[in-house]
C-alpha cells in the first residue's frame, strides 16, 4: 500500500526568503509523484510531476522538487518566496493499478508569507 | 478556454434530504474522479469514471452515487444515507488514469 506524509502542516516564510515543503512516501513499485497547490475555495493546480526522469524536476512559478529513492522523499521548493505562494500543498503519489492509476494525498501543508 | 466547472460553488442540504453536485469538462477526457475534502485533510476518493458508462467505488463510496451517461458530465449525488456530507467537493478529469488530473473549482456542501 502506498501512503504520503507531509512533514509540516504549516509553514511559516518572509517574502524573499527559501521555501522548503517536506514530503515523505511509501510504495511498492516505483511510483509518479505530483505536487500541486491549493487556493482558498479553488481546486487543485499541478505544479509538478515526477515520471521517472530526471530526479530534479521544475514545475511552474519557480518551484523544483527533488525525487531521492534511497530517501523516499519528494521536497519542494522554491528559492524565493512571493505573496502569491501562500496556499495549501499537497504531496501526492500516484501507482499504477488494476483499475488505472490511484492517487494517494498528503495531509496537506498550508504556506503563510509574512511581508 | 477547455476546463472543468463544477456547480453551485455553494450547496446546502436539509436533513434527509438528496442533493446533486454538477460536473462538466469540455477538455474531452476519458476519465474523471470525485473527491471529498475535509478540513486539514487530504482529499478522498469517492467515485470514479475511466470511460463513459462506467464507474467505480472509491475510498468512501458510501452514501454517493453518481453515473457516467456523457462523456463531458459526472454528477455526484449525495444521498441522505451520507451522515456527515458537510465538506468540499472537489471534480477531477485525465486524458486516461496514467496522466496527471486537472480540478474544478469545487462545491462546497453544508447541512442546514
Known amino acids: 500500500a502506498q501512503s504520503v506524509t507531509q512533514l509540516d502542516s504549516h509553514v511559516s516564510v518572509s517574502e524573499g526568503t527559501p521555501v522548503l515543503l517536506r514530503c515523505n512516501y511509501s510504495?511498492?513499485?516505483?511510483?509518479?509523484l505530483f505536487w500541486y497547490v491549493q487556493h482558498p475555495n479553488k481546486g487543485l493546480q499541478l505544479l509538478l510531476k515526477y515520471t521517472s526522469a530526471a530526479t530534479l524536476v521544475k514545475g511552474i512559478n519557480g518551484f523544483e522538487a527533488e525525487f531521492k529513492k534511497s530517501e523516499t522523499s519528494f521536497h519542494l521548493t522554491k528559492p524565493s518566496a512571493h505573496m502569491s505562494d501562500a496556499a495549501e500543498y499537497f504531496c501526492v503519489v500516484s501507482e499504477l493499478g488494476a483499475a488505472g492509476n490511484k492517487l494517494t494525498f498528503g495531509g496537506g501543508t498550508r504556506v503563510l508569507v509574512k511581508p | 478556454d477547455g476546463g472543468i466547472t463544477q456547480s453551485p460553488k455553494y450547496l446546502f442540504r436539509k436533513e434527509g434530504q438528496n442533493v446533486t453536485l454538477s460536473c462538466e469538462q469540455n477538455l474531452n477526457h476519458d476519465a474523471m474522479y470525485w473527491y471529498r475534502q475535509d478540513p486539514g485533510q487530504g482529499l478522498r476518493l469517492i467515485y470514479y469514471s475511466q470511460i463513459v458508462n462506467d464507474f467505480q467505488k472509491g475510498d468512501i463510496a458510501e452514501g454517493y452515487s453518481v453515473s457516467r451517461e456523457k462523456k463531458e458530465s459526472f454528477p455526484l449525488t449525495v444521498t441522505s444515507a451520507q451522515k456527515n456530507p458537510t465538506a468540499f467537493y472537489l471534480c477531477?478529469?485525465?486524458?486516461?488514469?496514467?496522466?496527471?488530473?486537472?480540478f474544478g473549482d469545487g462545491t462546497r456542501l453544508s447541512i442546514l
Open positions: 477531477a478529469s485525465s486524458v486516461d488514469p496514467n496522466q496527471p488530473q486537472h
Open positions: 510504495s511498492s513499485y516505483s511510483p509518479s
